[in-house]
């Protein structure tokens, strides 16, 4: 059983992975992550049809990754992940990435919620009638927390487009850290790579939208929060802290 619990796929990195400077962009990097956690999920009995027949869909809530070298175009990227014991309200999934000749790449720790269809509400693991086996194997991230709003000396506006919603409806999570590198100039990018980052997703942002994207570069360190108007003061849509390496 714990054989089945751990799971590996392999992607070649190729011209859709990578940005400007050839390394593979962040967002990248989450999508292979996402599909690699759902591809599991479906092998052990959880994936997204067992939900929808109660309803339920996956959704992603925070996210830690400590990167030691993004891959280059041309390279393949070995990820392998396994799901965690679940808390009263999230399950995490672990995962780490390497060469295939064993060199490091990154580690990182998801947490996932059961997220109603209709209501949009999340559904507590204990009341959701679904059982997901989990695996400890030593040495994981511990479980990323939450982040404390701020004030920022920065100040962008952007609008949800259609291209950027994934098949639940709303934006993908994985086009917010293209919202991130957006805010820095090709420049940066050419000589500092992401080493660590910290991201909570708190409100679905819609078709339409318009979010503030308040954020802060200091020392490599850039925080950044998305916040739009809302009636019913849900207007922090996501936050998150992104460490930069020098090249």
């Known amino acids: 059983m714990a054989t089945e619990l751990i799971y590996s796929k392999s992607t070649l990195v190729d011209s859709t992975h990578v ?9 990248a990097l989450l999508e292979i992550m996402q599909e690699t956690a ?7 009995g959880v994936g997204r049809e067992r939900l929808a027949e109660q309803n339920l869909f996956w959704a992603i809530v925070r996210q830690t990754l400590e990167i030691c070298r993004l891959p ?16 009263r309200t999230a399950f995490p999934r ?22 109603d269809y209709g209501t949009r509400a999340m559904v507590l693991p204990g009341a959701s009638g679904i059982q997901v086996p989990s ?6 991230l511990a479980n990323p927390t939450g982040i404390a709003p701020r004030e920022y000396p920065n100040l ?11 098949c639940n409806g709303h934006l993908s999570n994985t086009k917010y850290l293209n919202w991130m590198e957006d805010l ?35 020392d490599d360190r850039l925080s950044l929060e998305g916040r ?20």
């Open 135 to 140: 695996l400890l194997r030593g040495g994981e």
């Open 38 to 44: 759902c591809d599991h999920a479906q092998t052990l």
């Open 184 to 218: 820095l100039p090709g420049e940066y990018h050419r000589n500092h790579s992401l080493s660590r980052l910290h991201i909570c997703y708190l409100n679905e942002a819609l078709e339409g939208q318009e979010i503030s994207l308040n954020w802060a570069l200091e």
């Open 72 to 87: 280059g175009i041309g390279e393949t990227l070995v990820t392998e992940t396994w799901p965690g014991p679940p808390s």
């Open 94 to 115: 672990y995962m780490t990435g390497r060469t295939p000749q064993g060199e490091l790449l990154f580690r990182a720790v998801t947490l996932w919620l059961f997220m």
């Open 19 to 27: 940005d400007r400077w050839g390394r593979m962009r962040p967002s």
């Open 156 to 166: 962008e506006r952007r609008r949800v487009r259609y291209s950027e919603l994934d």
């Open 228 to 247: 739009r108007d809302q009636e019913d003061g849900a207007n922090r849509v996501f936050a998150l802290r992104a460490e930069y390496r020098n090249l």
